[in-house]
T-cell receptor
Framework: NAGVMQNPRHLVRRRGQEARLRCSPM?????VYWYRQLPEEGLKFMVY????????ESGMPKERFSAEFPKEGPSILRIQQVVRGDSAAYFC?????????????FGPGTRLTVL | TQLLEQSPQFLSIQEGENLTVYCNSS?????LQWYRQEPGEGPVLLVT?????EVKKLKRLTFQFGDARKDSSLHITAAQPGDTGLYLC????????????FGDGTTLTVKP
């Protein structure tokens, strides 16, 4: 009963380093979404991907952030030259069909701390 | 501007009390989900509603989707300490297919 897997669960980086966050969707799901959450706030959409395609990246910062979902392997959210303001919990979700009526299932998140 | 407004933002009650939390918008949603999130964990899906006026029950939790599909409520009967958590509503818009819009959540604390 493998759900959405994310690793690492906790990541500490110094300012200027790179952070790589991984997400393996639920078995059979081909739609992946990344969200960011600050303490005591809701989730803010970042990017929606299907295999080898970025469908909607309207929530991604224009610089330093990128995401991919290759044909094989997990989806990767990459943050280059991290700054303290990048510290947050990053959640990945997956769904089977995509679209506005499909339900997204979430992973446990990666908590990024930038020193 | 927050597309989905959740209220109240914080709620602290005694065990055994009833409560209702709300999720409101001026937009029409194709579907709406309620999630519960505990500290340090990801959101866990409670329910999905898609039909205007729909009511779903999950043990002591009752979910209602407004007739116009712009709002929803979550009612908990006889709350227990295990209900403590952050309750999030999320909606799917036909114009933003694939992207869920989240409210900022209601933080519920149930005291023994």
């Amino acid at each position: 009963n493998a759900g959405v897997m994310q690793n690492p669960r906790h990541l500490v980086r110094r300012r200027g380093q790179e952070a790589r966050l991984r997400c393996s969707p639920m078995k059979g799901h081909s739609h992946v979404y990344w969200y960011r959450q600050l303490p005591e706030e809701g989730l803010k959409f970042m990017v929606y991907l299907q295999k080898e395609n970025i469908i909607d990246e309207s929530g991604m910062p224009k610089e330093r952030f990128s995401a991919e979902f290759p044909k094989e392997g997990p989806s990767i959210l990459r943050i280059q030259q991290v700054v303290r303001g990048d510290s947050a919990a990053y959640f990945c979700a997956s769904s089977g069909r995509g679209g506005d009526t499909d339900t997204q299932y979430f992973g446990p998140g990666t908590r990024l701390t930038v020193l | 501007t927050q597309l989905l407004e959740q209220s109240p933002q914080f709620l602290s009650i005694q065990e055994g009390e009833n409560l209702t939390v709300y999720c409101n918008s001026s937009s029409v949603f194709s579907s709406l989900q309620w999630y519960r999130q505990e500290p340090g964990e990801g959101p866990v899906l409670l329910v999905t509603v898609v039909t205007g006026g729909e009511v779903k029950k999950l043990k002591r939790l009752t979910f209602q989707f407004g007739d116009a599909r712009k709002d929803s409520s979550l009612h908990i009967t006889a709350a227990q300490p295990g209900d403590t958590g952050l309750y999030l509503c999320a909606g799917g818009l036909s114009t933003n297919a694939g992207k869920s819009t989240f409210g900022d959540g209601t933080t519920l604390t149930v005291k023994p």
